[in-house]
């Protein structure tokens, strides 16, 4: 009874771990969904990703994924991988040091004790000719104050 009370316990504590570090996938989704649409000022978003993000097409209703990034309206990577077919194209991130990384991402979204933070840069929105809606104002950063 005790080995069982003590498993229960540790699963217990590792999903609460889990999700107050790394965030809640479905929300994240929803996230990425609405900034995507929004910044990009369409409906249904072509999404290349070369890493596994399923769950953000999982849980999306507007993001369509494409194999080609000649396809693309964006690129989404949550982890660091070159994407170097894709440098015309703006990136959206999942982590902060990817951001900081690559002179394409125009924005993250990343998780900091257990929040969701949002960055948009100025300066990388210009670079692409997208104007920053005014949903976004409040997460937008000059690129000199980040760093």
């Not at 003590?6 to 699963?11: D, E, K, R, T």
């Not at 989704?29 to 290349?48: P, R, S, T």
């Not at 070369?50 to 990034?69: G, V």
């Not at 692409?128 to 937008?140: G, R, V």
Request: glycine share 4%; with cysteine; proline share 4%.
């Amino acid at each position: 009874m005790i080995r069982i009370l003590f498993v229960f316990l540790l699963i217990v504590g590792e999903v609460a771990f889990a999700s107050k570090y790394f965030g809640d996938e479905k929300t994240e989704a929803k996230i990425i969904e609405k900034i995507c649409m929004i910044v990009l000022n369409k409906n249904n978003v072509f999404v290349y990703s070369p890493t596994n993000s399923n769950f953000i097409f999982k849980y999306s209703n507007n993001l369509i994924h494409t194999d080609n990034c000649g396809k693309a309206d964006i690129v989404i990577l949550t982890k660091n991988e070159s994407v170097e077919g894709c440098r015309d194209k703006p990136i959206f991130t999942t982590k902060y040091y990817l951001l900081k990384q690559n002179p394409n991402a125009i924005g993250a979204l990343y998780w900091h004790k257990g929040r969701p933070n949002i960055i948009i840069i100025k300066e990388r929105l210009e670079k692409f000719n997208l104007i920053p809606p005014e949903e976004l104002l409040q997460f937008i950063e000059s690129e000199k104050d980040l760093w």
